[in-house]
């Protein structure tokens, strides 16, 4: 060991008492290796080994709270300089090599609690700044209160008093001191600050857009896994949220508080530690309950380090929080303003579906507030479990209770809020009646059946704005019920895509390109061709036209009203509800229309007097007849289509969940399962519609392809039906034929256009009708959706008997 000469300078400080810390001090020691140290007595010289052990133990108190003594001294390379790269891993201290071996034993064991002094000092020093937030600030706090009220209080008041009035106090007595006293308390605070500051620099070291990529992949195959059969679909809630998987580059609040935790399973059959980190961990987690208990209790958030559970993605005061709210964002700060932040969400929490009932208590109460204009809902619905603000952070069972207690008061809150005060089941009965258009006949008396011309042509702006002008009157005459709240709020568009590209946009098939590709494999869809009647001559057209002529539509493909659901309706009526209702809507649109014009297609063929002429020749006769069976059949399977779409899914769905709704009590109104009712409602629709495979849909839309040419070929056949008469002729005409104006071969080739015509629509509305049956057994067996098939399946055998009953 170096020595060197040199002269300390020596004050006394007598306002200090003889036994005080600073007073024992007053002879500095040097702070690192590289000063001058003062020149011990050598250890082999002493021959009374009590005056040895004396000395070490000297030396020991010295080391115990940081300092080097004469035979005890820092390592070479320590450097205590505040700032410094290596300031918090403590000094390693050197033994003299001479000294006793019974005592160096001890000695090494006691010296580590002098490092691990000078780790938890500075450690509590430099992380109690505002940046690494109010759980390492009172973590921090817990360490100092240790170290001066447990720790240096050992050292200073007990152990060194005894070795100054106890001639007999030994290395092995001090070093009893301190494992009965604050030894483990001192390791078990080491060890969980050495794990903060690893992982402290893990995250200072890590790419954290990869890792919050990782986190977002992790996030979808659970939504995957939902999908799965086998699931635990009672987890769904609970794993359906949207989370913040960002990663902070400081550890804060919930990964202060899972260290501490994990910390004492690690300890689990040591009653003592144990009872020590669960002291710890209440003490350091009161900031975290106050939080959980604020959120849980009035939905208010206070949060500025960003350590609980929920994240505030707006981050903006209540005023501005109002001030930003309307009804063109209000839906999407409800789905995102605040989420589960993943990066320190503590297991208990992770259990179930516990995150999610805290997360929709906060925003449930939340909404309440915004709602109802109130700064605090604390004395709203009081419990007398709530009166007391929670202080220690429930676990296990007893943080279930308290979630669902607190769940249960957020509901019935929503509950009063929904029913009593915007009525709901009444709006979701207008959804059902005014945006459907559900058994509502004077929306097809007065609009629909009146605007069956401008929704024939080909969609324009001048077409849109005469639709929208009747639809005007008919809404100015629905005026005077004032409980009608959805019919003022539609605005009709004809949109620029039709019906088919939406559902091939949004089908299930695009998702899936195997489901296309098996449906394909069908029987039937092998020799199947796209005969679509683009023209009366029924000339098959190239690719480009028929991308060109699908872009003509009539715009009756691209009818639908839209309407923004107002604040806070739309959270339970969401955008995706919305978009389904009027994929429905449109659905039904083109079904009541081309019903409608089958209908006026009758009218034509079975009471207009010249294709009632009885001068018509037999073969004459004949084609007509065919024509009326071949309008009857069409008649016949889209009314059908229409009477299984209206009656078998959406009525009867609709009639199971309307009890649902109306009949909700505030202690059974789950605002959730109000919200996944309807979702599932409106999804069970369009499945059972038909309407998530977009092969199918391609299909039907064929078909009222061939319906609607066919019936413009029919309506305009009356002065074709009179060149094959000659009395119908010179009716029509006013005069009696000549040679030259009448030829009966002429009338006899016409006919055999007519019949080799009525013969190709037949067979196209036939092949295009089968398949699309083939289809929908295809789609009831071997459908990606399975469950609650029943109308389906019914649809699919009564299109059996119709294909039997056609041949």
């Known amino acids: 060991m170096e020595v060197r000469n040199h002269v ?40 009374n080994q009590r005056v040895q052990e004396s000395l070490v133990v000297r030396d020991l108190l010295n080391v115990l709270v940081g300092l080097e003594g004469v035979y005890i001294r820092y390592n070479n390379s320590y450097q205590p300089v505040l700032g410094s790269q290596d300031d918090l891993r403590g000094p390693d201290f050197r033994i003299a090599k001479n000294m006793d071996l019974s005592l160096k034993s001890f000695a090494k064991w006691i010296v580590k609690f002098g490092k691990i002094y000078v780790v938890l000092t500075r450690f509590s020093e430099r992380y109690s700044e505002p940046l690494y937030g109010s759980i390492m600030h009172r973590l921090c706090f817990e360490i100092r209160k240790f170290l001066t009220h447990e720790y240096v209080r050992q050292i200073v008041d007990t152990a060194e008093m005894e070795f100054q009035s106890n001639p007999l106090f030994s290395i092995r007595e001090l070093g009893q001191l301190l494992t009965q006293n604050c030894a483990h308390k001192a390791q078990i605070l080491y060890d969980l600050v050495q794990n903060i500051m690893r992982e402290m620099n893990r995250r200072a070291l890590m790419d954290r857009e990869e890792a919050d990529f990782q986190n977002f992949i992790q ?205 709901f089941p009444r709006v979701l009965k207008e959804f059902h009646h005014s945006f459907l258009f559900c058994n509502n006949p004077g929306f097809f008396r007065k609009f629909f059946n009146r605007s069956l011309v401008e929704l024939t042509k080909l969609r324009s702006d001048s077409v849109q704005v005469k639709l929208q002008r009747t639809f005007q009157e008919y809404q100015s005459c629905r005026e005077d019920e004032h409980t009608n709240v959805v019919l003022p709020l539609l605005n009709l568009q004809l949109d620029k895509h039709s019906f088919y590209r939406v559902i091939e946009q949004f089908s299930s098939e695009t998702a899936n390109g195997k489901d296309n590709a098996d449906l394909l494999q069908a029987r039937n869809f092998g020799n199947l061709r796209d005969l679509l009647l683009q023209d009366l001559d029924m000339e098959e057209t190239s690719d480009a036209s028929k991308s060109k002529k699908g872009e003509l539509e009539c715009s009756i ?45 009758w009218f034509e063929i079975n009471k207009n007097k010249i294709w009632r002429h009885p001068g018509f020749s037999k073969d004459v006769h004949q084609w007509i007849r065919r024509c009326r ?106 005069q009696l034929p000549d040679d030259k104006q009448y030829d009966e071969s002429m009338a006899l080739q016409k006919l055999q256009e007519l019949q080799e015509y009525l013969d190709l629509v037949w067979d196209s509305f036939t092949q295009h009708k089968n398949a699309f049956a083939e289809g929908v057994r295809y789609y009831c067996n071997h459908g990606s959706i399975r469950s609650g098939l029943n109308p389906v399946l019914s649809l699919a055998e009564r299109l059996r008997d119709m294909e039997l009953e056609g041949r």
């Open 557 to 601: 493909h691209h009818l639908q009203f839209e309407i923004i659901v107002p604040y806070p309706l739309n959270t339970l009526i969401s955008k995706t509800c919305v978009f389904q209702y009027q994929t429905i809507q449109r659905y039904l649109f083109l079904l009541h229309y081309y019903n409608k014009v089958l209908q006026d297609t």
């Open 8 to 47: 300390d300078d020596i004050c006394y400080i007598e306002t200090l008492s003889k036994h005080s810390l600073v007073s024992r001090l007053v002879n500095y020691q040097p702070l690192t290796s590289s000063q001058v140290k003062i020149k011990s007595y050598p250890l082999e010289q002493i021959k």
């Open 219 to 423: 996030d979808l195959k659970k939504e995957k896994d939902l999908t799965n059969p086998f699931f635990d679909h009672d987890q769904i809630s609970s794993a359906s949220f949207i989370t913040d998987s960002r990663i902070n580059i400081h550890a804060r609040g919930g990964v202060i508080l899972q260290m501490i935790q994990d910390k004492l399973k690690s300890n689990r059959g040591n009653e003592r530690n144990v009872s020590f980190l669960k002291k710890l961990f209440d003490d350091v987690s009161v900031q975290y309950c106050s939080m959980l208990d604020s959120w849980l209790t009035n939905g208010s958030l206070g949060d500025p380090y960003e350590e609980f559970m929920v994240a505030d993605t707006a981050k903006s005061t209540p005023r501005q929080e109002a001030a930003r709210l309307n009804s063109l964002n209000s839906e999407r700060l409800w789905d995102t303003q605040y989420v589960i932040r993943k990066d320190g969400l503590l297991d208990d929490f992770n259990n179930g579906n516990i995150a999610f009932k805290v997360l929709m208590t906060g925003k449930l109460l939340n909404l309440f507030r915004t709602c109802c204009d109130l700064q605090s809902i604390v004395d709203v619905l009081p419990d007398d479990n709530m009166k007391q603000p929670l202080k220690t952070l429930p676990q296990g069972t007893q943080l279930m209770l308290y979630v669902d207690q607190h769940y249960a008061r957020a509901n019935k809150l929503a509950q009063i809020l929904f029913y009593n005060g915007y009525n």
């Open 629 to 734: 069976v071949v309008h009857f059949r069409m008649t016949q399977f889209m009314k059908f289509i229409l009477e299984y779409t209206t009656q078998d899914v959406i009525q009867s769905g609709w009639s199971e969940l309307e009890p649902q709704i109306t009949n909700a009590s505030a202690s059974e109104f789950d605002f959730s399962h109000c919200q996944s009712a309807l979702q599932d409602l409106l999804t069970q629709q369009m499945s059972h519609s038909l309407l998530t495979n977009a092969s199918l849909v391609r299909l039907l839309v064929q078909i009222t392809d061939i319906v609607h040419r066919f019936c413009k070929f029919v309506t305009s056949l009356r002065k074709t039906l009179c060149l094959l008469d000659v009395r119908l002729y010179s009716y029509y005409h006013g």
